[in-house]
């Protein structure tokens, strides 16, 4: 089984997938490649939550993230950490990028904000809170 770093990579190293190839497996999709199990890439809003947990997780500001969005927020944030993506201290939990993945953190970020562009249009960054506002 791949360590969390080579799933990283591999991921990171598939191609973004133009609007006819959306769903194509040999093309990036964070909902496989990243977070297994959960399927949110049916609505804006699961790929705008998970893109500002991992903003907040980035920029050391987890608990505004929780105290902005309430439990859907700290719920994200579980979620990275079952996946092994954040390490997380005793309460309160925060999170940070596990170590070993700290430099494919950023580029996890951008590429899981091309995709949700693709995929839910031109205008996603500034009308589904794509923005680094979080």
Known sequence: MKGLREKLEAALAK???????????????????????????????CDDLMIAAMK??????????????????????????????T???????????DFDIEDLWQPLIDKWEAHAKLNWGEDWNESKGGSDSG
């Open 15 to 45: 191609p973004q997938p133009d609007p006819d190839m959306m769903g194509d497996i040999r093309c990036f999709d964070p909902w496989e490649d990243v977070i297994h199990g959960i399927y949110g890439n049916y609505n804006s809003e």
């Open 56 to 85: 907040s997780v980035r920029d050391k500001t987890t608990f505004e993230f929780i105290k902005d969005r309430g439990f859907v927020a700290e719920f994200a944030l579980y979620v990275l950490a079952g996946h092994q993506l």
């Open 87 to 97: 390490d997380y201290g005793t309460s309160p939990r925060g999170g940070w990028p």
